[in-house]
């Protein structure tokens, strides 16, 4: 089993920058990837970006694709999500997650149901 601890949510202005972090603890041997996910009030869990374990290879949803990049830091097992010009429409709950079973690289790395260990979350506001 792997342990995800999210950090780095708060609140910021439309047009603002925030960062993302993940650590993940425990089995992480078994990790081929790991994803951002998000979930606003009403709405389903969707996908956001997602990184190969060894951090070669990384997906993004059409939403944010050129305002979030994904990265890893192999030393300290997190992963980062840096997002910048944020809107309004990114304010949701964000999770980590883990990928333990190796997928085809595509739009199966954006299904939830491929991903196994999850973290709490943690608060992104954005303010219009």
């Known amino acids: 089993q792997v342990q995800l601890v999210e950090s780095g949510g708060g609140l910021v202005q439309a047009g603002g920058s925030l960062r993302l972090s993940c650590a993940a603890s425990?089995?992480?041997?078994?990790?081929?990837?790991m994803g951002w996910f998000r979930q606003a009030p009403g709405k389903e869990r969707e996908f956001a970006a997602a990184i190969s374990w060894s951090g070669a290879s990384t997906y993004y949803a059409d939403s944010v694709k050129g305002r979030f990049t994904i990265s890893r830091d192999n030393a300290k097992n997190t992963v980062h999500l840096q997002m910048n010009s944020l809107k309004p429409e990114d304010t949701a709950v964000y999770y980590c997650?883990?990928?333990?079973?190796?997928?085809?690289?595509?739009?199966?790395?954006?299904?939830?149901?491929?991903?196994?260990?999850w973290g709490q979350g943690t608060q992104v506001t954005v303010s219009s």
């Open positions: 997650a883990t990928m333990s079973v190796r997928r085809p690289y595509g739009s199966r790395w954006s299904r939830k149901e491929e991903y196994d260990s």
């Open positions: 425990g089995r992480t041997f078994t990790t081929y990837a």
